[in-house]
């Protein structure tokens, strides 16, 4: 079952209960996909290529609600095409997300003297699942995937689509958008959500597996942080992924009514 559903008009979206985040709204990271994923749609009608980056802004939460959204071509290249997407609730007039995806056409090229370098396959299965933030009550995008964590990795697998026929950053993307809080160097201390997301693609992973090793950095005077992180398959690295971070208090749970 895809994890947002296509409606009967272009380009209008329902979301599954797995879009959820912890708090308020979807997980930045389902909206990430989500609008990435219609860009690699459009991209393989129109020969754009293959998606390489994509550099989110979460300009709002986006609300269980049906979404509309909206492709803008900026540039359409030989070789590269940049392309903005847009996500609105049905109905506002205020966007909550938007997306940059840069594509590229492949093309071999010899670099005398270079030599890539491998490394040795590994088996994310070989380590235990982790939960790596319980939201209870109700189902949220962390139960879209499994996780794993073991020598300084987390491994990420997605057990759901995000549309159909979704492309392979996009596929990225949700467990990229993790980075921040794997990395965290103090854990439940205060929220720290990532008003943007940006990740670039090495090449197309190979498997289901996505990896990130991840590091963050806090300076809690200002409130502010970073998060960054190595992407990897089962086969090495496939790119790198970096967001900002602010840093808040937790919610307070609503009180009683007396």
């Known amino acids: ?35 990435t994923a219609e860009v690699e749609a459009e991209a393989g009608r129109r020969n754009w290529g293959t998606a390489i980056a994509s550099a989110a802004w ?7 609600a049906d979404l509309r959204s909206e492709i803008r071509v900026i540039s359409e290249g030989g070789r590269v095409s940049v392309i903005d997407n847009t ?11 938007t997306v940059r995806v840069t594509l590229s056409r492949e093309r071999a090229v010899e670099v005398a003297g270079f ?23 109700r189902k949220w995008f962390m139960d879209a995937m499994e996780a794993r964590l073991g020598d300084g990795v987390a491994w990420f697998r997605m057990n759901h689509e995000i549309i159909a026929g979704a492309g392979p950053l996009s596929s990225i993307l949700g467990p ?22 940006t ?15 991840a590091q963050a950095r806090w300076l809690p005077a200002a409130g502010l942080g970073v998060g960054s ?22 919610p307070k749970p609503a009180m009683a009514a007396g």
Do not use: K
């Open 115 to 137: 030599v890539e370098t491998g490394s040795s396959p590994v088996d994310p299965t070989q380590y235990p699942v982790r939960t790596l933030h319980i939201v209870t009550g």
């Open 199 to 213: 990740v670039q693609l090495l090449r197309r992973p190979r498997g289901t597996w996505i990896g990130v090793r």
């Open 58 to 64: 979460f300009l709002r939460p986006a609300p269980m």
């Open 1 to 35: 079952m895809p994890i947002f559903e296509a409606l009967d008009a272009p380009n209008h979206w329902r979301p599954s209960p797995l879009a959820a985040g912890p708090f308020a709204g979807l997980q930045g990271g389902a909206v990430a996909s989500l609008l």
């Open 87 to 97: 996500l609105w609730p049905v109905n506002e007039d205020a966007p909550c997300a």
């Open 229 to 250: 992180g190595t992407l990897l398959d089962v086969e090495g690295e496939i790119g790198r992924v970096s967001m900002s971070v602010v840093l808040v208090p937790f």
């Open 176 to 197: 990229a958008d993790w980075t921040h809080g794997i990395g965290r160097p103090v854990q439940n201390a205060v929220a720290d959500p990532n008003p943007n997301l």
